[in-house]
Antibody
């Protein structure tokens, strides 16, 4: 069925950068759209960014546009989220999620365990 | 993009049916059939329960069903069980080619 394993979270100062990685296994990685979803402590889910199976189409939430970049390396079966100019409000658990199809429909069938990003001085 | 509106909490007794609403706009829920529902237990990753308004992924109990009318989608849980106690979130595709989640509903089994 497949697995996703996020890494790269941690404590970073406001204005700093982090790169999250999500290693996929157990399915044909380049056949599916992928996304990042976050959840601030004690809060609800928030969509962050998505990328199509080809990697040619990406979309991001207004709150992270221009600061976060989603990308994928199909040769390494890995999804990335480059996060720059981090703010306190970016503090959250970041989940990597696999869509049900190639182009993406927001149907996240497989989720990672999440990685915590804390933005604080 | 504002979050879709869900009731903060819904409760029911074992065996009963409950329905969770998810209200959006004509730019998201009302215009697309890309509505999904997720179940999340404390400290766990979300689990896909319903996709494309009313489809169940393999392995999800048929006690869970989804529907949509206008700008409002709904998730119904029939034959409520103790294990159904969790947070539930809806999500929808939007006219901006983005996605939006609902505010979340805590389901309590009395």
């Amino acid at each position: 069925e497949g697995q996703l394993l996020e890494s790269g979270g941690g404590l970073v100062q406001p204005g700093g950068s982090l790169r999250l990685s999500c290693a996929a296994s157990g399915f044909t990685f380049n056949s599916y759209a992928m996304s990042w979803v976050r959840q601030a402590p004690g809060k609800g889910l928030g969509w962050v960014s998505s990328i199509s199976g080809s990697g040619e189409s990406t979309h991001s939430a207004d709150s992270v546009k221009g600061r976060f970049t989603i990308s994928r390396d199909d040769s390494k079966n890995t999804l990335y989220l480059q996060m720059n100019s981090l703010r306190a409000e970016d503090t959250a658990v970041y989940y990597c999620a696999r869509d049900l199809n190639y182009y993406g429909s927001g149907s996240y069938y497989i989720w990672g365990q999440g990685t915590l990003v804390t933005v604080s001085s | 993009q504002s979050a879709l509106t869900q009731p903060a909490s819904v409760s029911g007794s074992p065996g009963q049916s409950i329905t969770i609403s998810c209200t959006g706009t004509s730019s998201d829920v009302g215009d697309y059939n890309y509505v999904s529902w997720y179940q999340q237990h404390p400290g766990k990753a979300p689990k896909l329960m319903i996709y494309d308004v009313s489809n169940r992924p393999s392995g999800v109990s048929n006690r869970f069903s989804g529907s949509k009318s206008g700008n409002t989608a709904s998730l119904t849980i029939s034959g409520l069980q103790a294990e159904d106690e969790a947070d539930y979130y809806c999500s929808s595709y939007t006219s901006s080619s983005t996605y939006v989640f609902g505010t979340g509903t805590k389901v309590t089994v009395l």
